[in-house]
Every structure is written in C-alpha cells, then in structure tokens.
C-alpha cells in the first residue's frame, strides 16, 4: 500500500500571510489540527494548534492581557509556522512514510510533488484506514485466537483444517508477544463456535477475540 492510497486529498491550506486567529478558526471549523501554508502553490510551511497555543496570551494581568491579545491579532502564519517541513511522494510505501513519521517524532506529512501539496497524511489516516482492516474492527464476521499457533507449521495446520470447513480468511496475524505466537484469524462467518470446537478438540487453545465496542 503506498501513501496516495490512503491520504486526504481534498487538503485545507492556508497562505502565510492569512492572521493566526483567522487560521485557529479555519483549524476548529473543519475540525483538524494543522495546515499546511502554501503561497503561489508552493508549501513554504505548516501551522499546528500547539503552535499557535504557544503563540497565545498567557499572562493574568488584565492590561498585559489586552495588549497580548491585539500582538496577537497582529500575528500572521509567517510568523509562527513551522518551515522545516518533513513531507513524503504520494508513492511512498506506508511503512516508509510511518518510519519517517516516527524518526522526526511528528503527527503528520504532507504529501507533496515537486512543491506542489497533492494530500495529507496523519497518525489518524493510518490508524483507521490501515489498522481497523487489519484487526478485522467494522468488518463483518469473527476473530479468533488460537494460542501458540502462530509459527509456520501451526498456521498451515490452522488453516487448512478452515479451509476443509468451507469458512474463509479474511486476515491474519500474529501479535507481537513476548515470547508467545498465536495466530489471530478474521473468519467470514457470524458463527465461529462450530470450527472453534473443532480446533479444541484437535488440542488448540482458542477464544473469541472480541473487536466490538
């Protein structure tokens, strides 16, 4: 899966000289975060709400407190943004992107094509749209854990005899424990109980792996 498969296209931007109050606004009304600042078509920069929350008054003196306000109403989202942008193509692999995003410790890479923005991507992006498929959450049918099932020889086992059922897989995975393998299966059946038993009495260790709120 690379990066354009998954970004927000439709990205809101603003201009450098747009005022950080006028931005904070634009930020709360479509609900998001942070902007990328593009003047003439090229990203120059990135605003965040942490940015402009440092930004603000935070004296308690009422007079400091008025003329902090109209420093601020003053301020412009040149004057604050951030301008070492870390971006990515829009044909980066998601496990690149997400290990960029890890290396600089940052919540988002605009996606960009010479200096051109064509998307966005979050830690949010990512978590819905790569994880919930992955652990089966909103997809129809059932998860199960079989534990210590999840070395090779196992999970052919496994699956075979789930296949011999007549049930398919829709994903499968094997948490990272310590120690441990299972082997988790996303079956396409509301009603797993029959094959469960079938792997309890060959001698497997399975549960229901719930995924529902």
């Known amino acids: 899966m690379l990066v354009k498969d998954i970004m927000i296209r439709d990205v809101v931007t603003v201009s450098s000289d747009t005022y950080v109050l006028d931005a904070e606004r634009i930020m709360e009304f479509h609900k998001i975060g942070r902007l990328p600042v593009v003047d003439k078509g090229k990203l120059v920069g990135l605003i965040t709400k942490d940015d402009i929350l440092k930004a603000s008054p935070s004296s308690t003196t009422p007079a400091n407190q008025r003329q902090l306000f109209y420093l601020i109403s003053k301020l412009t989202v040149r004057d604050i943004m951030k301008t070492n942008v870390v971006t990515v193509s829009p044909d ?10 890890q290396k600089n410790k940052i919540g988002c890479l605009p996606v960009v094509e010479g200096d051109r923005v064509l998307g966005i ?34 999970s052919y086992k496994i699956t075979d005899i789930i296949n011999k059922a007549g049930l398919r897989i829709k994903t499968f995975w094997i948490p990272p424990v310590k120690g441990r393998f299972d ?11 029959s094959i469960i038993e079938e792997l309890r009495r060959l001698g497997y260790s399975v549960d229901i792996r719930e995924c529902k709120a």
Do not use: N
């Open 121 to 154: 991507i979050s830690q949010t992006d990512a978590f819905y749209k790569i994880l919930y498929p992955l652990l089966g959450i909103g997809i129809a049918g059932t998860r199960i854990i079989v534990y210590g099932a999840g070395t090779r020889e196992e």
């Open 92 to 101: 980066t692999t998601i496990e690149k992107a997400a290990a960029i995003a």
């Open 183 to 193: 082997l988790v299966l996303h079956l396409d059946t509301d009603d797993a109980h």
